[in-house]
């Protein structure tokens, strides 16, 4: 069979993996990694369409098309000032190239795997024109479904879609969708390293702080510090450890906390740049930027102004906290929308002290915690949903989509 596959894999081309966002280039390399893992011998390609796909580097795949970087990092359907600075940097110009680029590409791939929205599916069908398997990972039906018109086109175009959560996939089948559950790939892109966080001692109820990965995070800092404060009322055994994304600064991360009373112990802490450590009140808190996957495993519990790293957070297990923050991204709107999509595994409050209380409540009360983790786990699926998702698309890769 491996020969065989060697053989096919050179007449027909390659897997084409479209995704069209920083997170789901992302998730297409975790599928990527899946992938190669359980046949080697496929050669795999990525066609980022939103920036130029630096988060791919690091998985087994040849990146292809034309990528470049646009002034909105590509939000440009947050607001019209985002559009038209993005028009002035040569979007449509950009937009027609990927377009091209894709047709250039068509006849020499055997099947695409579309990562992402719609539009990720509509790059597909439109230009490469070769068998779908789509993976969407944008909407959840506990949430908002999909629209008629995009279930038209998953029903017309795709061999395979596969959710992000059975009841999507439920939704997806009763309209005709070849739609199938096996996990959700965002689960296995956490990465923990499994390394022991720096200062906490045996004993400690770590705390996760998740500050959320844009400029944002600097304004929701001061507010999740007050929440901590809250919690050192009544927990002095409390460890916090804030996980900062690897784009925003380290040292202006730490002089805000400073600036809201907490003292730098270690720092840095020794053995890593990455990392600064701080007491108050005989409580410590880390500060680290490639220690997300660690600080999850680690955590009791976390408060976050996060969209996929609540998430995450929820998915393992780990209750969260919530409240709005003062910026544009994590907004009452937004985290309306992820309560519904996380239900009880998330309490969404109306600030940082309520936060703080509600961490107090959770950590308190066993049974509610327990409710609490299970709600996470059932909604956003264990970990091992790429190799599932890889083993669905050799399979049908071997049966179907080889013989093109």
Same mark, same amino acid.
């Given at each position: ?13 390659? !897997? ?7 997170? @789901?280039?992302?998730? $297409?390399? %975790?599928? =990527? ?21 630096? =988060? ?19 939000? %440009?359907?947050?607001?019209? #000032? ?49 068998? !779908?398997?789509?993976?969407?990972? $944008? ?9 008629? !018109? ?45 390394? #022991? ?55 202006? =991360? ?11 112990? $270690? ?27 660690? !600080?999850?495993?680690?955590?009791? %519990? ?8 609540? @998430? ?7 209750? %969260? ?44 009360? @066993? ?23 890889? $083993? ?13």
């Amino acid at each position: 069979m491996g020969e065989m596959l060697k053989q096919g894999a050179g007449k027909t081309g390659p !897997i084409l993996l479209i995704s069209n966002g920083h997170g @789901e280039d992302l998730l $297409a390399g %975790v599928l =990527a990694q899946a992938l190669h893992r359980q046949r080697p011998e496929l050669e795999l390609w990525a066609f980022p369409v939103v920036g130029e796909g630096h =988060a791919l580097r690091r998985f087994p795949v040849k990146i292809v098309g034309v990528q470049q970087e646009m002034p909105s990092g590509g939000w %440009v359907r947050q607001s019209w #000032k985002a559009l038209r600075e993005d028009l002035k940097a040569g979007f449509l110009q950009l937009t027609w190239r990927q377009w091209q680029a894709l047709k250039a590409l068509g006849s020499r791939v055997s099947c695409t795997v579309p990562v992402g929205d719609i539009y990720a599916l509509f790059l597909a069908y439109r230009f490469v024109r070769k068998p !779908i398997i789509f993976i969407p990972t $944008a909407k959840s039906d506990y949430i908002r479904g999909h629209l008629a !018109i995009e279930k038209y086109l998953m029903k017309k175009h795709c061999r395979l879609v596969m959710p992000r959560d059975e009841l999507t996939a439920q939704g997806l089948r009763r309209s005709g969708v070849p739609a199938k559950y096996v996990g959700n790939l965002m689960m296995d892109a956490i990465f923990p390293s499994r390394e #022991k966080l720096y200062g906490a001692d045996s004993g400690r109820c770590v705390i996760g702080i998740l500050p959320g990965s844009r400029g944002e995070a600097y304004l929701n800092l001061p507010l999740l510090s007050l929440a901590m404060d809250e919690i050192l009322r009544v927990r002095r055994d409390a460890y916090f450890a804030v996980a900062l994304a690897g784009n925003l600064s380290l040292d202006k =991360a730490a002089e805000i906390l400073m600036d809201n009373g907490w003292e730098s112990g $270690a720092s840095p802490v020794p053995g890593s740049e990455r990392e600064r450590f701080f007491r108050k009140n005989g409580a410590g808190l880390l500060l680290a930027q490639g220690r997300f996957g660690d !600080i999850l495993e680690a955590s009791s %519990v976390c408060i976050g102004l996060a969209g996929t790293a609540n @998430e995450q957070a929820v998915g393992l297990g780990k209750p %969260v906290a919530a409240f709005p923050g003062p910026g544009s991204q994590f907004t009452k709107k937004f985290l309306a929308a992820q309560k519904r999509l996380l239900g009880d595994s998330l309490a969404a409050v109306e600030g940082p002290l309520e936060a703080g209380r509600a961490v107090l409540e959770i950590l308190a009360d @066993e049974d509610k915690y327990r409710r609490m983790a299970a709600c996470g786990r059932e909604r956003m699926g264990e970990p091992g949903g790429s190799d599932r998702m890889a $083993a669905e698309i050799i399979r049908l890769w071997d049966n179907q989509l080889g013989t093109q």
